[in-house]
């Protein structure tokens, strides 16, 4: 009964959690710097999200990540590197950006 119901519990997390949804984006730089799936994603110090997959797109790298919170245009993103691995940060969007949609992609990297 105890394996039962922890199996139904972890199907219902899962099915709110698929309810939620998220946003997907694609960002595009010359250097992932050690970025890799599965590292977080910060806004602000807050934890909002993971980077899903790397790869390289012709002479680019296309970092593809998963948010709870949207982006925005002209949005910055920090790679940093660390002990336990790399993470990505992305800046304070302007009170007059607007928000990019869920899929969309963007160059708005710094170092």
Known sequence: MKSFFNQSLLFAVAVVFMAC???????TTDDARGIEAGDPV???GI????????????????IEISTKEALY???????????????LELDRPTS???????????????H
């Open 42 to 44: 910060y806004r602000q």
């Open 47 to 62: 934890a909002v999200g993971e980077v899903e997959d790397v790869r390289f797109e012709g002479r680019h790298v296309n």
């Open 96 to 110: 007059h950006a607007n928000e990019l949609a869920d899929g969309a992609s963007t160059v708005s990297y710094t």
């Open 21 to 27: 949804g998220g946003n997907t984006y694609y960002l």
């Open 73 to 87: 245009e002209d949005q910055g993103v920090h790679i940093r590197s660390g002990s336990e691995g790399g993470q």
